[in-house]
């Protein structure tokens, strides 16, 4: 299992940010025009992406942070991966607080057991699928992306097993898959944009 510090990849999330170029073909018309990308980003996923995406949470957590006013829908997706990166890394410091000192019962502390392997697979995930979404392998940042929407919903339904139970990451749970679901939603947006931008090259 590698173990990878937050700081150190938050930097190299922000060198990348810095440093990539807004693509100057058709698919720029996906970025900023205005102060509002935001808004407009989260209300197009809500309506035309999934039932499950949250206008309100995508909302409030991208404007949480001041550069998604100004930024294009490419750093807009990145956001969404190094909050989830960071959700993640908070999630596995509670899980062990919780197996080391949480009063839960044995079944819990093995479901616990297992959110944390998940979690920890995660974070490496997560930084693949940005490395994936850097170098435009938009299809293999859906894969890693929705790998780890998917980790947090086995961690959820591994304490749904036994009557009872409560988790106690539901929260936890919910936000990542989340700001995973932001970050898929750009992916597949940019996806579309590459397919009709070589659809008429042949054309």
């Known amino acids: 299992m590698k173990h990878i510090s937050f700081s150190s990849i938050a930097l190299c999330f922000l060198f990348f940010f810095l440093v ?22 989260c209300k197009k996923c809500a309506e035309e992406y999934s039932k499950t995406f949250s206008y309100d949470f995508c909302i409030s957590s991208l404007q949480a942070i001041p550069v998604s006013h100004v930024t294009n ?46 979690y920890e697979d995660a974070l490496v995930t997560i930084v693949d699928g940005v490395a994936a979404f850097l170098t435009e392998h938009y299809s293999v940042a859906n894969v890693k992306v929705s790998a780890v929407m998917e980790a947090s919903t086995t961690c959820e339904e ?43 090259e042949v054309l």
């Open 20 to 41: 990539t170029p807004t693509p100057n073909n058709s698919i720029s018309t996906l970025d900023a025009s205005t102060i509002d990308i935001t808004n407009r980003t």
């Open 73 to 118: 829908i490419h750093g807009l997706a990145i956001i969404g991966m190094e909050l989830a990166l960071e959700n993640a890394t908070n999630t596995i410091s509670t899980i062990k607080y919780l197996l080391s000192y949480g009063t839960l019962d044995r079944f819990a502390l093995v479901a616990l057991q297992d959110c944390l392997e998940l």
């Open 158 to 200: 591994g304490f749904s097993d036994k009557t009872g139970v409560v988790s106690p990451l539901t929260e936890e749970n919910h936000n990542l898959f989340q700001l995973s679901d932001i970050a898929l939603c750009i992916i597949h947006m940019l996806s579309l944009a590459v397919y009709m931008v070589k659809k008429k």
